[in-house]
T-cell receptor, first 116, second 109 residues
Framework: DADVTQTPRNRITKTGKRIMLECSQT?????MYWYRQDPGLGLRLIYY???????NKGEISDGYSVSRQAQAKFSLSLESAIPNQTALYFC???????????????FGPGTRLTVL | QKEVEQNSGPLSVPEGAIASLNCTYS??????FFWYRQYSGKSPELIMS????GDKEDGRFTAQLNKASQYVSLLIRDSQPSDSATYLC?????????FGAGTRLTVKP
């Protein structure tokens, strides 16, 4: 979805390095999410944010941190990357105002991260 | 037991047939249910959402929900080769979204 962008699209890094993945959206949505996708495991929620001052842990938050710099920007950081964090990472957004609690999410194009 | 289970497939159907995708979930108080389509190398795309028992139709797609049986399904009528993708079932409770591993569907011309 062109309304949700992720940078970088691909990244190769080494064990122990700090890395930040960025997500921006022009949809005007208030809620933003970070997921990782691994073969055979599906998508798993890492963190989510309902507004700039709200950050919540998801299913697999260990080893990750996030920052909601503005309503439109949500960043995911790996403070010290390890090989099992190699995965496809997706940012998603949803709108609590018009959806009346229906958490229909819209995904960015993904970032493929490889940790050597 | 996985929280959201789908047949891993692959599921193969001929063009024009009905494709049936199934999903079961373990949390009885789940509130919202979604089907996403994901083409190879692309991001998931929402195609159906359903919140109450019964059927919901949108074009060639029908979602069916049975909360008593903890079962949600997606039917694709008149399947087209362009429907070939992985279909992800997602189940939500209190803003916590859980996804199945997906079922790969191939529609053969």
């Amino acid at each position: 979805d062109a309304d949700v962008t992720q940078t970088p699209r691909n990244r190769i890094t080494k064990t122990g390095k700090r890395i930040m993945l960025e997500c921006s959206q022009t949809k005007g949505h208030d809620r933003m999410y970070w997921y990782r996708q691994d073969p055979g495991l599906g998508l798993r929620l890492i963190y989510y944010s309902f507004d700039v001052k709200d950050i919540n842990k998801g299913e697999i938050s260990d080893g990750y941190s996030v920052s909601r710099q503005a309503q439109a920007k949500f960043s995911l950081s790996l403070e010290s990357a390890i090989p099992n964090q190699t995965a496809l990472y997706f940012c998603a957004t949803s709108d609590s105002w018009t959806s009346r609690g229906r958490n229909e999410q819209f995904f960015g194009p993904g970032t493929r991260l490889t940790v050597l | 037991q996985k929280e959201v289970e789908q047949n891993s497939g692959p599921l193969s159907v001929p063009e024009g047939a009905i494709a049936s995708l199934n999903c079961t979930y373990s949390d009885r108080v789940s509130q919202s249910f979604f089907w996403y389509r994901q083409y190879s190398g692309k991001s998931p795309e929402l195609i159906m959402s359903i919140y109450s028992n019964g059927d919901k139709e949108d074009g060639r797609f029908t979602a069916q929900l049975n909360k008593a049986s903890q079962y949600v399904s997606l039917l694709i009528r008149d399947s087209q080769p362009s429907d070939s993708a992985t279909y992800l079932c997602a189940v939500e409770r209190d803003n916590d979204m859980r996804f199945g591993a997906g079922t790969r569907l191939t529609v053969k011309p």
